[in-house]
């Protein structure tokens, strides 16, 4: 893989990103303000089939808004966002709500619903797309698929305040996995985590991705995690995407801008 | 030229805040009637707003009919219109006293509910996870409280009123030796439909303001954890001021068809 230094007047994609696979993600040119905060200004994307991409940026640097952005979250201002092919912002919700059971989305806090049960929990996003899965009554095989993939059939009917932080997170993974989506986007997935925990969950988002071959977006500031998950590294610096290589081209970088993400 | 500059944002913003919670209320007419139902959900609203009410509304309503009776005896023995007290009480109570207390009751309790539990979701992202997986939700958070409040506020206010006439009637029974067979005989004796029916449709809009207000608070909560109290104290606080708007527009209204 090639790496790219890219500065907001010339922005180039990788050469990874335009030769290797099929684009399962597309960013281009995309832009987004709130009021006088610019936090978009032309980034760019491309995640390609099976693979690992982390993005890397400081906190507030936009990241969030713009894994949002691929899900219909957030609209951006301009730009477009392809996500399996579809351009998300000129999609019908209905086509929107399907293409969404393709994509699996790990929010930073885990964003389990209080009042429901784990099980409840999983069993939610199936409740609009049991055809797809086949499924016609009991959802039990699946909750219990899913949990065990992360370890944690044995919560099945408690409530996610009687869980740990890491357990609410993997109870979350096990919440995106139950579609069985094509791509899984990560929201700062070790945030607030303890570094044991963190190694525990950057291991299962590795043996995820090995076994049901997803394509996965992970944003995130923790470099140890960057460092062990990511194939290719996007640092979105200024609201467009900086820098570009593998975590050992970049964390060679000479570049102070880059140099500052890999500061111990 | 500072008083004058917040003066204008104050209006600015309420202005602001009128076209948000227009725009809110269009948004449910629009939900309310489009597939799929959210059945499930709503039934289970309806059971955890009416039987978390039901304590509260007991307890208010049967100290209500009490201290209310209470109040009026000595006024009414001295005017020796003593046995006019099931009349007064029950046309007082079913027309005005037992909608609106109940409704202000259930906008501490339901509204700041729904405030403090739709903000703490948005705050924690559980919309936004909801969204993703597909369900709107919208409907399945909003439309369901809205409704599941619309319905059973006329409920708790019948249930409320019948509590208040039973705590006047013991009173009553206690002090004045009238039977309850005899009170609420004369209490029925004295109400009309013309009492009834805009009750009931007053208590209809109380419902349907307590969930909107709650649920626009809560929906568009902002600035973290913090927003989230502010959500349920201006939940509160806005549904109890609209419940007064309300209750003058219906009594207007319903003062034109009396005197039809």
Known sequence: MNFNMTHPDKITPSVAATSLGKAVIEIKDLYKSFGDNHVLNGFNMTLLEG?????MGKSGSGKSVMIKCLVGLVKPDSGTVKVLGKEINSLEQQTLDELRSDIGFLFQGSALYDSMTVRENLEFPMRR??????????????????????????TMDLMPVELSGGMKRRVALARTLILKPKVILYDEPTSGLDPITSKEIIELMRSIQKKYGTSSLIITHDVDCARVISERMILLVDGINYAEGTYSQLSQSTDSKVEAFFKK | MDNRSTLFKGVKEFFVEIGDLSYFTA??????????????????????????????????????????????????????????????????????????????????????????????MRVTEQIDAMEVSGTNPFKYLVVTRIMATTLMLPILVVYGDLVALYGSALVENLKGDVSFQLYFNT????????DLVPATIKSVFFGFTIGLVGCYKGYYCKKGTAGVGIAANTAVVMASLLLFVVDFIAVFISDIFYEL
Not at chain 1, 51 to 55: A, D, Q, S, T
Not at chain 2, 50 to 76: A, D, E, H, Y
Not at chain 2, 187 to 194: H, P, R
């Open chain 2, 187 to 194: 209490v029925f004796d004295a109400l009309s439909y013309a």
């Open chain 2, 27 to 120: 948004r449910f007419f629009k939900e309310v009637l489009k597939p799929p139902f959210e059945f499930k959900e709503l039934l289970r609203q309806c059971y955890q707003m009416g039987n978390r009410s039901l304590v509260l509304v007991t307890v208010t309503g049967f100290i209500i009919g009490l201290v209310l009776t209470l109040q009026s005896r000595p006024t009414l023995i001295q005017f020796g219109a003593v046995s006019w007290m099931p009349n007064m009480v029950g046309i007082s109570i079913v027309r005005e006293i037992g909608p609106v207390i109940t409704a202000l009751i259930c906008a501490g309790r339901i509204a700041s509910g729904i405030g403090a539990e739709l903000g703490s």
């Open chain 1, 129 to 154: 797309h049991k055809e797809k899965l086949g499924v016609v009554s009991d959802t039990e095989p699946l909750v219990r698929e899913a949990l065990e993939n992360v370890g944690l059939a044995h």
């Open chain 1, 51 to 55: 693979e690992n991409l982390v993005v």
